[in-house]
């Protein structure tokens, strides 16, 4: 990942947290452990790629695990850590302000 320009902390959570799905991706995984097809369904508009390569930068930063069980066929499952737990807030603040955005009225309303 790429180093902090200016240090600030929120600097620091937009660079693990920024782009289009990661939080996206830990707010479902608040609701309990999911596999990745799970994953996929709940992100319809996520391609296979884009998925593997979030989780893999979220299980790096220490938020989220991946556990393999040894079955046929094999079995992963993606479960927030207790520091992913920590996001709850984050999550529950997006989500109400995303639904502010959809309640308010819009510029083209108003004319």
């Known amino acids: ?47 296979q790629r884009m998925l593997t390569l979030d989780l893999r930068a979220l299980e790096d930063a220490g938020l989220v695990k991946r556990t393999v069980f040894a079955e046929v066929p094999v079995r992963v499952q993606y479960e927030l850590t207790a520091d992913g737990e920590r996001l709850r807030p984050v999550v529950a603040v997006m989500q109400e302000f995303g639904l502010w955005l959809k309640a308010r009225p819009t510029a083209a309303d108003d004319a």
């Open 1 to 47: 990942m790429k180093e902090s320009a200016t240090g600030c902390s929120v600097e620091e959570s937009m660079r693990l947290l920024g782009g289009r799905w990661r939080l996206l991706i830990v707010s479902y995984l608040l609701d309990g452990p999911k596999r990745f097809n799970d994953l996929r369904r709940d992100v319809p508009g996520i391609s």
